[in-house]
């Protein structure tokens, strides 16, 4: 009898003492860094993100990009609490992820993830959430001042259950084991974040068409500062969203936190050259346009790179960038409202494949053992099947949804604004 009670009274407090060992390896400090991260991530969605892509279009499609940019965070975190997390961070094989983490089941305060034990699970949660929550927010800018808010919603949810989770599962739970390649390097989401939605933001575009008028007419912001303090708050958020991707409060995270800064103030200044050269005179708007690609650009490689190749890599993504807003949209004639394929798209392709450059130990400054040929080939083949994957769930999902709903408001509409058309209001009022 007495046996029996000792084994019962072990079993019952078995919980309670694997609960005290996870506890045990959660650090104060590095969960007050990813605490610290994972506000500064929702910072770039709101306000950040907001403010600059609501100053890049005519006044009467402002609040239209607010109302997106709020609704997607809204709806998005509640997909990520029912299904998202689990379809990303659960499961050990396949495609995607289980059902093992629906609605966060089994998941407690003490909870720590053996591969990040020092954090609580809870805080993993919240931080991979704001990036479910933006991925999205960035394709919004291809397809302004045109579309409706119910379909775009509706893309936005089936997207990123379809497209970002199977990414985000493959190269980040699975620690790069993504169709059937081994070691991909994506710290914070060149691959996973930049490339999808900028790939899903050219679909977009070109599926939902272009806006009246173009390419004769000219879209000018209607804000530029609004823009500028979107771009100031993107640059600050950037740093959780880089260097939180270190999942700890350590010497990787500050420099990964040095090198995104440096890429940033390299890209833009860079670009403000071209400008000077090819326009004669610097914008403002070319500044702030060149600081997101550098942003994204080093986005995947900022684990990996030193400062040196986070300057060059600032640089090039640049070039590169300016070249897709300028040429290649003008060459192909699609309608990338705000030139997020342009900015995002290639950025985080630059930043992907010139992480097997600048991040190897052969060149100076680089932290990771391997080859540069094979890693390189490696990032490529990711960086194809990431887009491929983005490129053709998009186009299905929007010919899918363009069968049940309309893409676009009217022509009358969008002459009046997306702002009175679809939400009944004006940003400003006489």
């Known amino acids: ?20 060992e996870a506890a045990s390896t959660i650090q104060s400090g590095d ?13 770039m969605m709101l306000p950040g993100l907001a403010l600059f892509y609501a100053g890049l279009v005519k ?48 998941v407690t305060t003490q909870s720590a993830r053996s591969d990040c034990p020092a954090i609580p699970e809870l805080l993993h949660f919240a931080y991979q959430m704001m990036f479910f929550i933006i991925t999205p927010g960035l394709f919004i800018g291809a397809v302004a001042e045109r579309m409706r808010f119910a379909p775009l919603l509706l893309f936005s949810v089936l997207w990123s259950l379809l497209v970002y989770a199977p990414c985000c599962y493959g190269i980040w739970h699975r620690a790069g084991a993504f169709f059937g390649l081994e070691g991909v390097i994506d710290l914070a989401g060149g691959i996973v974040v930049h490339i999808t939605a900028g790939v899903a933001a050219l679909v977009l575009c070109v599926v939902v068409g272009p806006r009246r008028g173009f390419p004769q007419a000219q879209f000018l912001p209607h804000s530029l500062p609004l823009t500028l303090v979107g771009a100031g708050l993107l640059w600050v958020g950037w740093f959780g969203f880089n260097a939180g991707s270190q ?10 936190l040095v090198v ?24 403002a708007l070319g500044i702030a346009t060149g600081c997101v690609a550098g942003l994204a650009a080093i986005t995947p490689a900022s684990g990996k790179v030193g400062p040196i190749g986070a300057v060059a890599i600032g640089a090039i993504s640049a070039l590169i960038c300016w070249l897709s807003c300028s040429k290649l949209k003008k060459a192909f004639r699609y309608d990338d409202s705000l030139d997020v394929f342009g900015v995002h798209g290639m950025g985080g392709l630059v930043g992907s494949l010139l992480v097997a450059v600048f991040g190897s130990t052969s060149f100076a400054g680089g932290l990771g053992e391997f080859s540069i040929g ?14 491929a994957l983005s490129g053709l769930v998009s186009w299905v999902l929007l010919k899918v949804i363009g069968l049940l709903m309309p893409l676009r408001v009217s022509s009358e509409q969008e002459a009046t604004g997306v702002d009175l058309a679809e939400h009944g209001e004006n940003a400003y009022n006489p």
């Open 59 to 106: 006044a009467r499609h402002t609040l239209s990009l607010f109302m997106q940019c709020f609704a997607l965070t809204a709806v998005l975190s509640l997909v990520w609490l029912a299904c998202g997390y689990s379809l990303s961070f659960s499961g050990s094989g396949g495609f995607i992820g289980d059902g093992a983490r629906l609605f966060l089941n089994g």
């Open 247 to 256: 999942l700890a409060a350590n010497g990787s995270a500050a420099m990964t």
């Open 1 to 20: 009898m007495a046996v029996a009670l000792c084994a019962a009274a072990t079993a019952c407090a078995l919980p309670s003492l694997h609960a005290a």
């Open 31 to 43: 969960t007050a860094w990813l605490l610290t991260s994972t506000a500064l991530v929702l910072l």
């Open 374 to 387: 094979a890693q390189f080939k490696t990032q490529a083949l990711a960086c194809f099947y990431a887009a």
């Open 260 to 283: 995104t800064h440096l890429s940033a103030c390299s890209a833009a200044i860079c670009w403000s050259l071209i400008e000077w050269k090819h326009l004669g005179k610097p914008s």
